[in-house]
T-cell receptor, first 113, second 117 residues
Framework: AQTVTQSQPEMSVQEAETVTLSCTYD???????LFWYKQPPSRQMILVIR??????QNATENRFSVNFQKAAKSFSLKISDSQLGDTAMYFC??????????FGPGTRLSVLP | EPEVTQTPSHQVTQMGQEVILRCVPI?????FYWYRQILGQKVEFLVS????????KSEIFDDQFSVERPDGSNFTLKIRSTKLEDSAMYFC???????????????FGPGTRLTVL
């Protein structure tokens, strides 16, 4: 079974600074997708970024980018120019073909003014 | 932009009562999911549904749970006899699927907060 680990339960960063959230996963599959979801205090799940395992190029969405290391099974999220609105719980998620998501335990990020 | 909707946003019920949580997935999506999140914990998969039948379910999804797509738009989760430990946020999600797009994104609804007293 796939597992997803997020080793940082909580992190904080100053506004406008850069922060990196870590995620590792375990799978024997070769083709899969990885996602980062953001959950603000409203508790809605919002997609931040996704990565297809067969693509070597790291995904980027505006201030959000990932460092995908397939061999190391690592999928970290970098947030540049952090904003107060980035304060949220961040979940890393793994999806195999035709399967449901497996979520990590989450990292609570606080952006400080 | 189309979105997944869920009703009600908050449901309070007495232990032993039946509850039905409702979801309207995005209209051209084919795969539907229910997840739950106990406060302060991670999001857990409950069940996936495709082509009018359950395609996968977790250990959490026991005989007290059932899902249904009663018409062309709604997707419901029923808990027959609620327990205190069913108190959680329940998320519905849908994805388009089809062909090579097996990994296309799951879009989540805003959730229903279920409180069992």
């Amino acid at each position: 079974a796939q597992t997803v680990t997020q080793s940082q339960p909580e992190m904080s960063v100053q506004e406008a600074e850069t922060v990196t959230l870590s995620c590792t996963y375990d799978t024997s599959e070769n083709n899969y997708y990885l996602f980062w979801y953001k959950q603000p205090p409203s508790r809605q799940m919002i997609l931040v970024i996704r990565q297809e395992a067969y693509k070597q190029q790291n995904a980027t969405e505006n201030r959000f980018s990932v460092n995908f290391q397939k061999a190391a099974k690592s999928f970290s999220l970098k947030i540049s120019d952090s904003q107060l609105g980035d304060t949220a719980m961040y979940f890393c998620a793994f999806m195999n073909y035709g399967q449901n998501f497996v979520f990590g335990p989450g990292t609570r990020l606080s952006v400080l003014p | 932009e189309p979105e997944v909707t869920q009703t009600p946003s908050h449901q309070v019920t007495q232990m032993g009562q039946e509850v039905i949580l409702r979801c309207v997935p995005i209209s051209n999506h084919l795969y539907f999911y229910w997840y739950r999140q106990i406060l302060g914990q991670k999001v857990e998969f409950l069940v996936s549904f495709y082509n009018n039948e359950i395609s996968e379910k977790s250990e959490i999804f026991d005989d007290q749970f059932s899902v249904e797509r009663p018409d062309g738009s709604n997707f419901t989760l029923k808990i027959r006899s609620t327990k205190l430990e069913d108190s959680a946020m329940y998320f519905c999600a849908s994805r388009r699927g089809g062909g090579r797009n097996f990994g296309d994104t799951q879009y989540f609804g805003p959730g229903t907060r279920l409180t069992v007293l």
